[in-house]
């Protein structure tokens, strides 16, 4: 355990670029709309930057310093499920401090829209955090795969899908469907069920991939 902690203070010590990036994002995002979307939302931002890091850059400088990999992907995934808190966090307060203030504009949040908040700030903070570490946890593993033949296949299928689903009515239901089960759903316990039972299976698929990666 000692070692994958170890791994995990390295990890978000050398996140630093993502943190900043987000931060710029959030910090000068404006709009001159009567509708816009909060400046919180742009936290999502670092659960999509920081998997590129994890894998394109932490793991060879981990592996050169004599780390295991499934060390490394433990500590990933531990770093993951802080990142998680930490953005939710950080939006659910801007959510519910920052964007009341903004009177003269109708804010948007994703937490609304996706009618977390009709369970509570509180259930609706944890659904948004089970939901963004799915996300970090599905990129991490997408992102492992870029490099052998199943990754090329696997971005095919995903294209194949959004081009042959979305203009068929019935197939489009289908990935309607999908998305409002993972994404728009106000059922705080199936919601967080799908998240955890998809992130298991997707770490499950991360450490196969992993046992063939090589520097």
Sequence with gaps: ?????????RLLASNKVSFILTALVMLCATSSGDIVLSNGNYSWLLAVVTPFFFVFYDFTKLMHLGANKKDYFFGCLISYGFLAFFISLVNTVIHQLIDPVYSAQTVINMM?????????????????MFFLLLVMVFFHVLLSM?????????????????????????LRAILSGFFHTI?????????????LLLSGAFSIGGLVILKRKTL
């Design 112 to 128: 609304d829209v996706c009618k977390w908040t009709e369970n509570g700030i509180i259930v609706a903070g944890l659904q948004q």
């Design 183 to 195: 994404m728009f759903n106000n059922n705080a316990v199936l919601h967080i069920g799908i998240c």
């Design 1 to 9: 355990m000692t070692s994958i902690f170890a791994i995990v203070k």
């Design 146 to 170: 870029q490099a052998h033949w199943y990754g090329w296949l696997t971005d095919a299928v995903f294209t194949a899908i959004i081009c042959i689903f979305t203009p068929i009515a019935p």
